[in-house]
């Protein structure tokens, strides 16, 4: 299987802060990686696709790059809506695993 | 496009249930349709594929052998069955459309499964 590592595992930030999160995979996966917001008693959130594609109406705010085994995750002026866990994901292979995800607290 | 999960509940170890997966706002049979759970405190963990037409399937190594899905494209529902739970499958159940380019775009809300003597 492929093993996504993000890093950090946790994040503290402030309102207006720009903040990146970075996912790397254990074996290429070319640009098929997609990025997701999930909160507390909420469907996750689809942000990004082949790594740097944002999802339809998605703000632009956010922002992924990255090819091949490392990719990152960037989120400018942060809001307090911001403030939930990141979730990247490989879709290149089945089993389309997650990283472990990345935990952004104020 | 929205998908509603439901058959979610508290279930004792050993024993079966189903989840359905029902779709509305798009063409539900152009799309394969993946399940992905969350259990309490943990992060997300996929867990089925089934392709657009049912013609494949491919389950992660934790549910394989105890999970099979099936769709109905004509009612735009998709299931799962599980068999044999163990505690360690209690976890929100989401179901998403995907497809190889978009990856994983819409998701359902989710329903529970419990696994508790």
């Known amino acids: 299987d492929i093993h996504l590592t993000q890093s950090p595992s946790s994040l503290s930030a402030s309102v207006g802060d720009r903040v990146t999160i970075t996912c790397r995979a254990s074996e290429a996966i070319g640009h098929y990686l997609a990025w997701f917001q999930k909160k507390p008693g909420k469907a996750p959130e689809a942000l990004i696709y082949?790594?740097?594609r944002l999802q339809s109406g998605v703000p632009s705010k956010f922002s992924g790059s990255g090819s091949g085994t490392d990719f990152t995750l960037t989120i400018s002026s942060l809001q307090p809506e911001d403030f939930a866990t990141y979730y990247c994901?490989?879709?290149?292979?089945?089993?389309?695993?997650f990283g472990q995800g990345t935990r952004l607290e104020i | 496009a929205q998908l509603v999960e439901s058959g979610g509940g508290v279930v004792q170890p050993g024993r079966s249930l189903r989840l359905s997966c029902s779709a509305s706002?798009?063409?539900?049979?152009?799309?394969?349709i993946y399940w992905v759970r969350q259990a309490p405190g943990k992060g997300l963990e996929w867990v089925a594929v089934?392709?657009?037409?049912?013609?494949?399937?491919n389950y992660a190594v934790s549910v394989r052998g105890r999970c099979a899905m099936s769709r109905d494209n004509a009612n735009k529902t998709l299931f799962l069955q599980m068999h044999s739970l163990r505690p360690e499958d209690s976890a929100t159940y989401y179901c998403?459309?995907?497809?190889?380019?978009?990856?994983?775009?819409?998701w359902g809300q989710g329903t529970t499964v419990t696994v508790s003597s």
């Open positions: 706002g798009f063409m539900f049979s152009t799309y394969a």
């Open positions: 998403a459309r995907g497809d190889n380019y978009f990856g994983l775009d819409v």
């Open positions: 089934m392709a657009h037409d049912g013609s494949t399937e």
């Open positions: 994901q490989q879709y290149d292979t089945f089993p389309y695993t």
């Open positions: 082949t790594a740097s």
